[in-house]
């Protein structure tokens, strides 16, 4: 496993595209391939670490020695932004939405897996209510925010920004010319916007979004040059941000048990469940080649499985 500074320098960092074979995509005559950014690295993995590349170049520039960021309790990029920014020397700071979380934080980390990584990788929280963290990015809770922890790097709830965007333009490489459709995941829509900047003029890109809600198409045009080549599929986000159904779950053990590739449930799962039931109802002409983006996320599964495991629900299962 290459470690973080390995990866920062290595500017043709290139992930290996997996073909997927299923009876769905033989009798409708479509080639389906991942790309497996989601083994980059465990913790700071696939379009994380594309868009923390260059923030945290960015921040050793300045030289800044901490960095800041927000997030959700089941956060990728909280974790992964505390694990990137210790191993790259840097101290990490969180914002984290619901204040309820902080009230006995010895709890919240023995039952909260995503916290707890972040925790034990130095990063140290500030937990606000739902109506503060709206006012996040205000002048005056940043100031706040350096009143108690110092001078500090601040990188985006979802970690985007133009640097990130930059850094998605090279998940994909020349031999990705071969593709018709390039399929991912959208949350802050900063991944979209870089493939939107990267692909040939041909190649369509489908955004898959994770939560509900018609804000993305702007924020995604503020960091693009382009605006007929992509679009997004709102059908498939099983009812806003780490929502679900037992169709869902059953779906991603099902691609797991097939394919050997596990899937999250807030991104992933919900964009090849998409792809799967478009094939199947012909959206994609035949010989249509298509590469979906693995987008990593994965070590959120652990809390999620904690909450279906709570209902009595079907666990995604890991091994």
């Known amino acids: 496993m290459n470690t973080i500074n390995d990866l920062f320098l290595d500017e043709e960092l290139i992930s290996e595209n997996q073909q997927i074979f299923l009876p769905i995509l033989e009798e ?8 497996r950014e989601d083994k980059i690295h465990p913790f700071v993995s696939g379009n994380k670490f594309r868009k923390l590349k260059y923030n945290l170049k960015e921040a050793k520039k300045l030289k800044k020695k901490s960095l800041l960021t927000f997030g ?5 990029h909280i974790v992964a932004t505390a694990v990137a920014g210790k191993l790259a020397g840097f101290k990490t700071f969180g ?6 979380l902080g009230k006995n ?40 925010m350096k009143n108690k922890w110092g001078d500090f790097y601040v990188i985006p709830e979802g970690g985007t920004n133009g640097l990130a965007v930059d850094g998605c333009k090279e998940i994909l490489t020349k031999d990705d010319s071969y593709f018709d459709y390039i399929c991912t995941a959208v949350g802050t829509g900063g ?11 041909r190649q369509k890109v489908i955004g898959f979004p994770a939560l509900k809600g018609g804000f993305l198409s702007q924020d995604i045009k503020q960091y693009t040059s382009r605006n007929t080549n992509w679009s997004l599929n709102k059908e498939y986000h099983f009812g806003g941000y780490a929502k679900y159904n037992d169709n869902l779950i059953s779906f991603i053990n099902s691609f797991k048990k097939e394919t050997n590739i596990l899937l999250d449930p807030v991104y992933t799962g919900k964009m090849l469940f998409g ?30 499985n904690n909450k279906l495991e709570k209902t009595n629900k079907e666990l995604i299962q890991v091994i």
């Open 28 to 35: 409708k005559k479509v080639e389906l391939f991942i790309k």
């Open 72 to 76: 959700g309790a089941y956060s990728n």
């Open 191 to 201: 991944t979209i916007a870089g493939l939107v900047n990267s692909v040939k003029k």
């Open 275 to 304: 792809i799967l039931d478009l094939i199947e109802k012909d959206n994609f002409p035949e010989n249509s080649k298509v590469l979906a983006i693995h987008t990593g996320g994965l070590q959120g599964i652990d809390g999620f």
């Open 95 to 100: 914002v984290i939405r619901g204040d309820e």
């Open 105 to 144: 934080l010895k709890e919240t980390l023995k039952e909260n897996a995503t916290l707890r990584e972040a925790h034990e990788n130095g990063m140290k929280f500030n937990f606000v209510s739902r109506e503060i963290y709206r006012q996040k990015s205000s002048f005056g809770f940043i100031e706040k």
